[in-house]
């Protein structure tokens, strides 16, 4: 196992800009979910993708958009930043088995000045 | 909605065996309890997970109530290497279907040398 990859770790944007993370899952496993934490906090779900498409979405407005490839890679757009998106991103992908568990990387840091 | 609620605190001396709960009164038939931990800097970890039956791993043991509305995660032998914040959530038995997976705000665990 190759583990759950992100890059970048850190990056500092500017409020209305736009910015893409980015995610590399094990091998093999096809639902890859994003989320959003912030200082202090737990996770919260942003959306998750089964075989390229989204299949469930927590409650984030559509400027959060992402895309899954192929190759058990996938990606997190935010567009039109705001001060409120500085925060770790973190993916986790899940294996087909039955109730697989939850494979999440290190994040990305993401401030917005 | 959270869905199950977690102490925002506890310390244990090294060495010693912790017991961490979780309230999920709210519980379906079809949800498995996680839990994942989370070391400074880091993605979450996934410790073990289960449906009804009491379950046993390298790192933990997890005991789930009769009514599976609360559940505890066992560490027999805490080392100072297990303070992290302490995660329990519901998954639904399918990862695929528009499931919002939801992490409260933990339980910080410290450890005392």
């Known amino acids: 196992e190759t583990g759950v990859t992100q890059s970048p770790t850190h990056l500092i944007k500017t409020r209305g800009q736009q910015v893409t993370l980015r995610c590399s899952s094990q091998s093999g496993h096809n639902t890859v979910s994003w989320y959003q934490q912030a200082l202090g906090q737990g996770p919260q779900f942003i959306f998750q993708?089964?075989?390229?498409?989204?299949?469930g979405r927590g409650n984030f407005p559509p400027r959060f958009s992402g895309l899954q490839f192929p190759n058990y890679s996938s990606e997190l757009n935010v567009n039109a930043l705001e001060l409120d998106d500085s925060a770790l991103y973190l993916c986790a992908s899940t294996g087909p088995e039955y109730n697989s568990p939850l494979h999440f990387g290190n994040g990305t840091r993401l401030t917005v000045t | 909605d959270a869905k199950t609620t977690q102490p925002n605190s506890m310390e244990s001396n090294e060495e010693e065996p912790v017991h961490l709960p979780c309230n999920h009164s709210?519980?379906?038939?079809?949800?498995?309890i996680h839990w994942y931990r989370q070391l400074p800097s880091q993605g979450p970890e996934y410790v073990i997970h289960g449906l009804t039956s009491n379950v046993n791993n390298r790192m933990a043991s997890l005991a789930i109530a009769e009514d599976r509305k609360s559940s505890t995660l066992i560490l027999h032998r805490a080392t100072l290497r297990d303070a992290a914040v302490y995660y329990c959530?519901?998954?639904?038995?399918?990862?695929?279907?528009?499931?919002?997976?939801?992490f409260g705000t933990g339980t910080r665990l410290t450890i005392i040398p």
């Open positions: 993708y089964y075989r390229e498409e989204e299949n």
């Open positions: 709210t519980i379906s038939g079809t949800d498995y």
């Open positions: 959530i519901r998954i639904r038995e399918s990862n695929f279907g528009n499931e919002k997976l939801t």
